[in-house]
């Protein structure tokens, strides 16, 4: 007999622990079983890098940095692909930037740089850097509106074949905005 009761006793305390689990939230149910759930993982969209293209010297030597092919930085800064042009600069933090690849004729280049700025934007000036160079300065000259192009010359020694990168950057601002830049040439010294 007192094993008849230690049995039902038994069978009692698992019939009892069975349902206080099945009563407690989070455990599952028979439909879904405790841990056959998938792990639910939040992804974080990439990160978006850099938009870089990489420019190439023409057989003549020139290399042309046109606007499609810049990377901008700067809170204003904007790319302007359908009229060809880079404008926003009202910072000294903000730049455009090309990466180009020389493959033959290091040496002096003739820096051409094509903008547009109105009256405003005179007194403004501008930096050309090559890679960690010196850079190389540059004023604003009023074009008598944003929609009348200059260009402005200036040499720059570029010492190696390979990959390089072009940043143009504000250095002072006259006006409410430095210039619209069009593009930017780099033609080898004693071919122009």
Same mark, same amino acid.
């Given at each position: 007999?007192?094993?008849?009761? $230690?049995?039902?006793?038994?069978?009692?305390?698992?019939?009892?622990?069975?349902?206080? =689990?099945?009563?407690?939230?989070?455990?599952?149910?028979?439909?879904?079983?405790?841990? !056959?759930?998938?792990?639910?993982?939040?992804?974080?969209?990439?990160?978006?890098?850099? &938009? %870089?293209?990489?420019?190439?010297?023409?057989?003549?030597?020139?290399?042309?940095?046109?606007?499609?092919? $810049?990377?901008?930085?700067?809170? !204003?800064?904007?790319? /302007?692909?359908?009229?060809?042009?880079?404008?926003?600069?009202?910072?000294?933090?903000?730049?455009? &930037? %090309?990466?180009?690849?020389?493959?033959? =004729?290091?040496?002096? #280049?003739?820096?051409?740089?094509? #903008?547009?700025?109105?009256?405003?934007?005179?007194?403004?000036?501008?930096?050309?850097?090559? /890679? /960690?160079?010196? $850079?190389?300065?540059?004023?604003?000259?009023?074009?008598?509106?944003?929609?009348?192009? =200059?260009? /402005?010359?200036?040499?720059?020694?570029?010492?190696?074949?390979?990959?390089?990168?072009?940043?143009?950057?504000?250095? =002072?601002?006259?006006?409410?905005?430095?210039?619209?830049?069009?593009?930017?040439?780099?033609?080898?010294?004693?071919?122009?």
């Amino acid at each position: 007999m007192p094993w008849i009761v $230690a049995a039902v006793v038994l069978v009692a305390a698992v019939g009892i622990g069975l349902l206080i =689990r099945e009563g407690r939230p989070g455990t599952g149910t028979p439909e879904e079983p405790v841990g !056959n759930q998938p792990e639910v993982v939040e992804e974080k969209p990439p990160e978006e890098k850099p &938009r %870089w293209v990489l420019v190439s010297q023409e057989t003549t030597g020139t290399v042309h940095l046109l606007p499609s092919y $810049a990377q901008v930085e700067g809170e !204003n800064m904007q790319l /302007d692909e359908a009229n060809h042009q880079v404008h926003g600069w009202k910072n000294t933090d903000d730049l455009v &930037r %090309w990466r180009f690849k020389i493959d033959a =004729r290091p040496g002096m #280049y003739k820096v051409k740089v094509e #903008y547009a700025a109105d009256e405003q934007s005179v007194g403004g000036e501008f930096k050309i850097q090559l /890679d /960690d160079e010196k $850079a190389i300065f540059m004023e604003v000259v009023s074009t008598g509106s944003r929609d009348n192009f =200059r260009v /402005d010359e200036k040499y720059l020694n570029i010492r190696s074949t390979g990959e390089h990168a072009l940043t143009l950057r504000a250095s =002072r601002l006259a006006g409410d905005e430095l210039m619209l830049l069009r593009s930017i040439e780099l033609i080898p010294s004693g071919r122009e």
